[in-house]
């Protein structure tokens, strides 16, 4: 097993793969104690057509940059594929400024080619590689050194069985026609806006019953903070407070240290100091503006038309099991209650998705089609 530690060593790897159609990628990080997660060790391997070499790379080794591992990102020739990237490329996104071109992920992949919904590494390596993980080392602390050498088979695992379901599911989309189905998903993963959390907005994903305008001010103010002050100083939000006490602030708008003291669920730490002279200053500033936030409606269990959700429901599992892809790829439980309270202008009614589920569900929502059941099978049928 190949440990690389040298900027030298990482380079002539990195040389090797751009000769080769693709290189599987897979990383191991940390994130319980920060932000940003820390990255602590990146698996690589070629084809077997190409050597079929896997190394695992030491990013906290002294010395090691990993600006060869960038340039082969961004080399044009060499597709670069992983499982579930997304945290991956936010990583990558947040150190370096850079996605890997081309992508293949092979989760999602495997959800167009009707693998199921979410499927995970695991269930592709025993249908595809016909072989079983040895997962005893999930849980460990990447960032201790050494490495044991469980530590480093488990990790290359998740790179070399990787390389048998890249071939598959690529052959699969070829053979279905689906392959610029893929390269729209691809598409959501590389764009930038996928990974930037602004502490302006970072109040939009607090769960809340109320709607009142002022409490939303306050809490806008209270998780800008928090935002603010968990990435200016690299540590998890919890660790400023969590989200339950950031509403009980917002209700209760303590005006000092004295009102903090009285929270039932404000961590200790946050009672004074620095946090404590935000929350109180985010409390001041929610109190006084006059840029009150427009209350929605609270988080719907339904919509405005409770049957066409239902109806679209119904329509969504019918095309999904035609076409042989995980529902949830193509639509959320929310997208049709939104599709059937007016919304349009969703992913579910453009691209694929469209072709596949959207066009149907408009003219299921406009009256045009009707569902019919027999049997087992659901039938779209024109209404004249």
């Not at 200053?281 to 609270?298: F, I, Q």
């Not at 409770?306 to 892809?325: N, T």
Request: with cysteine.
């Amino acid at each position: 097993m190949t440990t690389i530690t040298t900027t030298e060593a990482l380079a002539q790897f990195c040389d090797l793969a751009r000769g080769a159609p693709y290189v599987t990628v897979d990383t191991e990080f940390l994130r319980e104690r920060t932000y940003y997660s820390q990255l602590c060790l990146i698996q690589l391997a070629l084809p077997e057509t190409h050597g079929g070499q896997a190394v695992l790379v030491d990013p906290l080794a002294d010395g090691l940059s990993l600006e060869p591992l960038y340039d082969l990102f961004r080399h044009p020739g060499t597709v670069k594929v992983f499982h579930a990237a997304r945290q991956d490329l936010e990583i990558f996104f947040h150190d370096a400024g850079l996605f890997p071109q081309p992508l293949f992920d092979t989760q999602v992949a495997a959800m167009v080619c009707g693998f199921g919904e979410q499927v995970g590494y695991e269930t592709l390596v025993r249908k595809i590689a016909k072989t079983n993980l040895d997962k005893s080392s999930r849980f460990t602390d990447w960032s201790r050194r050494p490495l044991s050498d469980a530590q480093k088979t488990y990790a290359l695992a998740d790179v070399t069985h990787l390389r048998a379901i890249y071939e598959f599911l690529r052959a699969e989309l070829a053979r279905s026609g689906r392959t610029d189905w893929l390269a729209e998903e691809m598409a959501i993963l590389q764009d930038p806006e996928t990974y930037l959390t602004r502490p302006d907005e970072a109040w939009l994903k607090v769960r809340t019953r109320s709607n009142q305008p002022r409490f939303l001010a306050v809490l806008r103010e209270l998780a800008r903070f928090r935002e603010a002050y968990a990435q200016d100083r690299n540590v998890p939000r919890s660790r400023v407070y969590k989200d339950d006490a950031m509403v009980e602030l917002a209700s209760t708008r303590p005006a000092d240290e004295a009102d903090l003291g009285k929270s039932r669920l404000l961590l200790r730490e946050a009672r004074r100091g620095d946090i404590a002279a935000g929350i109180l200053a985010a409390v001041k500033a929610g109190m006084e503006t006059r840029d009150l936030p427009r209350a929605s409606d609270p988080e719907p269990g339904r919509p405005g038309n409770p049957a066409l959700s239902d109806l679209l429901r119904v329509l969504l599992k019918a095309k999904a099991d035609e076409a042989g892809v995980a529902p949830k790829l193509i639509a959320s439980a929310s997208d049709l209650d939104a599709i059937a309270s007016g919304a349009r202008d969703l992913p579910a009614l453009s691209g694929w998705r469209a072709e596949v589920f959207g066009q149907d569900a408009l003219r299921l929502a406009e009256g045009r089609i009707a569902l019919s059941a027999r049997g087992g099978a659901v039938r779209v049928v024109s209404v004249s």
